[in-house]
């Protein structure tokens, strides 16, 4: 497995021309996102990156977590590298001052992330999963809830863990059965939880466990599930870990990827109930939940991101080493390196242009959570929070799927040597593979987008953000390089397909849900497709005005150019596959199912 350098460069030009950073450094709260700071924070990130965690990942892969005598014992070096991710600050990046954080913007955090989730993802799961806990209980805990655990949470000192899963309920969480039954200020709560990533570690000396369950005179359905903290040790007044509380690692799941990362069955009251504090009001733990879960969901989205990277730096690096055959139209009869077939820089590019598409989406998101949340106009704010709301089942989807694609084709890039888990390829895709599945399948996000998000206003949101995109359309057809007349030509093609999907899905829910619903994948995807390729457009045009002003490097900008060019002329043409499959949910309605 090669190492891995984070792609400084490319981070900071989406940050600054496509998420406008600088922009968002000027709203309140923002002003430490200066210039030098940002660099700085970038670069040392990135050293932190590549130095300690990249070098683990593939001997975490092997090694694997492991369940001793009732504790999870993590990989060689993940203690340590964990201890450094702490005493560096880095877990508090994004969060308030007044709970120990350092109130820098979620799109700076963003591209923090990527580069935790792109040299070790088994690692990074765990401060994903406190990072949530972290917002959770900012937005729904008590004061003293707050008091007791954000301190710990922020620094990274204690980590949180989300448990919704149960054996016979899956993605159905109104068929949760853990109880929680009140006694005196506190609950018990009984019951098992499967799937709990990180849910015990050595890591830290204090796990947070966010847990859903039900009181008995709870309604039936989602409406009846409440939310519950249940810390592994419970915390003294004076903020240190005091009595082991009654919950226990039962097994660990045995994974396709991400094994370095233990994935518990978790016992909850085997002997009499672990104490739980309800958080908020009951019977609105599903509301309270959804805060953790969005932003899980933006960062599993990111997660997509980040394997696309780690896979494109390892199949570039192999096309540069290996020396197979001499190229069609090449000169002399020498073998050259793979990198000089034509083929191959089509699967390089595409994987290039997959990945810098997904991660401006990503960071576009991150961008609008910073406006939503720190703007001074109130309906920026709102304006901004309903993008966010768009964005993020497409984020998620979109960029996994994405990232899924990305590392296959990074594999056929290594040809047979690709299939062999020593070069490291496999792992990759191993690893990026549970992306589209956890928090929520990519055919939920699918319905989130079309039933929640698209039709709660009538598709107005949606509209108003093709709209937007569409204004790119006059600075693209004034642009003189020979690049930009495949870029605004694809590009309207497909904002045509979108906009006609969105119209026909909005015009027939009403009458015949189950048959939009149908096609509710195919729309995220063209969605996305499109999204991206507005976005690497915008890109393209930012480049071309640094190479007119001779800012920056200009073989950088101009490889901005190609890739955005690639992905108009390779990428953007799928929407038109798509739409069909949007209306075509009657071929699925229709088929019977005893043929199935």
């Known amino acids: 497995m090669t190492g891995y350098d984070a792609p400084i460069d490319e981070m900071r030009f989406v940050l600054d021309e496509v998420t406008m950073l600088p922009e968002i450094a000027r709203l309140p709260g923002g002003e430490q996102a200066t210039p030098d700071l940002v660099g700085a924070v970038l670069e040392e990130a990135g ?88 917002e959770l209980l900012a937005a729904h805990g008590s004061p003293r809830q707050q008091r007791l655990y954000l301190e710990k949470l922020v620094s990274g000192e204690w980590t949180g863990t ?77 903020g240190g870990p005091g009595e082991r509380n009654d919950l226990r690692p039962v097994s660990l799941e045995h994974k396709l990827g991400i094994h370095a990362s233990p994935t518990c069955v978790m016992a909850y009251g085997d002997n009499g109930g672990a104490i739980g504090d309800l958080v908020g009001e009951e019977n ?17 989205g990111l997660q997509g991101v980040a394997i696309a990277e780690r896979a494109y730096q390892q199949a570039s690096s192999f096309a ?15 073998a050259l390196p793979i990198l000089h077939h034509p083929d191959i820089r089509r699967m390089l590019l595409m994987m290039k242009a997959l990945t810098e598409a997904t991660r401006a989406l990503a960071y576009f998101a991150a961008g609008a959570i910073d406006r939503a949340r720190h703007h001074p106009d109130a309906a920026t704010r709102e304006e901004q929070q309903r993008l966010v709301d768009l964005l ?85 057809a004034a642009e003189a390089l020979d690049a930009f007349p495949a ?17 026909w899905i909005v015009a027939r829910w009403p009458a015949d849900p189950a048959l939009t619903i149908a096609g509710a994948v195919p729309y995220l995807e063209l969605f996305g497709t499109a999204a991206g390729g507005w976005l690497m457009a915008k890109a393209a045009l ?5 190479l007119r002003q001779r800012k920056g490097d200009p073989d950088f900008n101009r490889a901005k150019i190609a890739t955005a060019r690639f992905y108009a002329e390779h990428i953007l043409p799928r929407t038109a596959g798509l739409l069909p499959a949007v209306f075509g949910g009657g071929a699925v309605l229709d088929f019977p199912l005893e043929r199935l």
Not at 320 to 334: D, L, N
Request: some cysteine.
């Open 47 to 134: 050293k932190l990156a590549r130095d300690v965690l990249a070098p683990l990942n593939a001997s975490g892969d092997r090694e694997r977590s492991r369940l001793e005598n009732g504790v999870v014992r993590t990989p060689t070096g993940f203690r340590e590298a964990y201890r450094r991710y702490v005493e560096g600050g880095w877990n508090a990046l994004p969060f308030a001052p007044e709970h120990g954080g350092q109130g820098l913007p979620i799109a700076l955090s963003t591209a923090v992330l990527e580069m935790w989730n792109a040299a070790n993802l088994s690692f990074a799961l765990c401060p994903i999963l406190t990072v949530g806990a972290v």
């Open 320 to 334: 540069r080493q290996r020396v197979q055959g001499r190229p069609i139209g090449a000169a002399g009869t020498a």
């Open 487 to 503: 870029m605004r030509a694809r590009l309207g093609a497909a904002l045509d397909a979108l906009s006609e999907a969105t119209a």
């Open 162 to 238: 989300m448990n919704l899963t149960e054996p016979q309920a899956g993605s159905d969480l109104g068929a949760l059965t853990t109880r929680a039954v009140r006694e005196g200020d506190h609950y018990r709560i009984t019951g098992q939880k499967i799937f709990i990533t990180y849910g015990d570690h050595d890591l830290a000396e204090n796990i947070v466990h966010m847990v859903l369950a039900r009181t008995p005179e709870a309604p039936p359905g989602t409406k009846g599930i409440s939310l519950f903290i249940v810390p592994k040790f419970l915390p003294r007044e004076d």
């Open 542 to 546: 930012a480049a071309a005005a640094r």
């Open 284 to 300: 609105r733990g599903i509301e309270y939940m959804f805060t953790m879960m969005n932003n899980a969901r933006l960062n599993v």
């Open 392 to 476: 993020i089942p497409i984020v998620k989807a979109w960029s996994t799927d994405r990232g899924v694609e990305t590392a296959s084709i990074g594999i056929q890039i290594h040809g047979g040597m690709g299939f062999i888990e020593e070069t490291g390829a496999a792992q990759h895709l191993r690893d990026a593979r549970i992306t589209p599945i956890y928090e929520g399948t990519n055919g939920i996000q699918a319905n989130d987008l079309l039933g929640r998000k698209v039709m709660r206003d009538g598709g107005e949101t949606a509209r108003r953000f093709i709209e937007t995109m569409r204004a790119l359309d006059g600075a693209l």
